[in-house]
């Protein structure tokens, strides 16, 4: 299993208890902004929009605060910022490759804040391409386990549709596929009646590094105080942990 998708499974499951809850609907509304301001207001003709709206509802986010980032982000409605994709690299405890994306109106800020959490927990900052080459754009769509969702029957479903793999993450299945191709499998998943819980298209690692239960937990609290941060969106890390060793977690 990939260290993204095993941190954000940890990371769902906190969710509903997360005193952070303010700052998670932020991050959500700021993602509907710029994908409605990058490609319309129309999720049906834009499928990072669609997304963005999912994860959203699928977080309860109100609705009038969606409709409102959307019409920002569109220009409909004023008080939209300009937000700015500002890509941070550094390392972790073990030697854990981290990718830091974020959504800014301020550079300055931004890279302030990220380097202060990353330094004070344990992390220190990489020139810019000495991690990223570690990590692939990947397209991910999660699917919660059942009874009528087996591996054989998902990949009877998406393989076709431009899927690449399906990993079992325990509660759910992750299915991988390029970007391009992750339109095409959530198409095939809605025609066969099956739902999914997310898709995202985040940066996987091409090589991981394994953790024991002290250094999973360094890289955890590491990855908790930059995702802090107010102008971040998303931390990407290379990590694999053992089932053994997420359990004691």
Not at 100 to 110: M, P
Request: glycine residues 8%; aromatic residues 6%.
């Amino acid at each position: 299993m990939s260290g993204h998708s095993k941190w954000a499974t940890t990371k769902h499951k906190k969710a509903i208890l997360d005193s952070r809850r303010a700052k998670t609907f932020a991050k959500l509304i700021k993602a509907i902004e710029v994908a409605a301001r990058t490609g319309g207001s129309d999720p049906a003709g834009n499928p990072t929009l669609f997304d963005a709206l999912a994860k959203a509802r699928k977080n309860s986010v109100p609705s009038d605060n969606i409709d409102r980032a959307v019409k920002r982000g569109a220009g409909l409605e004023s008080g939209g910022a300009n937000w700015e994709t500002i890509m941070y690299e550094g390392y972790g405890p073990n030697g854990v490759a981290l990718l830091i994306e974020c959504l800014s109106d301020n550079r300055n800020r931004a890279a302030g804040e990220v380097r202060l959490a990353v330094t004070r927990n344990g992390g220190s900052m990489a020139d810019p391409g000495s991690v990223s080459y570690l990590f692939a754009r990947r397209g991910v769509v999660i699917v919660k386990k059942n009874a009528n969702v087996t591996e054989e029957s998902l990949m009877n479903v998406v393989i076709d549709a431009g899927a690449e793999e399906i990993n079992d993450l325990g509660e759910n299945f992750e299915i991988v596929s390029d970007p391009s191709e992750m339109a095409s499998v959530r198409k095939a998943l809605d025609s066969s009646g099956i739902e999914y819980d997310s898709a995202d298209t985040p940066f996987l690692p091409t090589v991981s590094v394994p953790l024991d239960n002290e250094g999973a937990a360094k890289v955890f609290k590491l990855i908790e105080a930059i995702e802090d941060c107010d102008d971040v969106q998303n931390v990407y890390a290379n990590f694999d942990i053992s089932d053994e060793v997420m359990a004691t977690l």
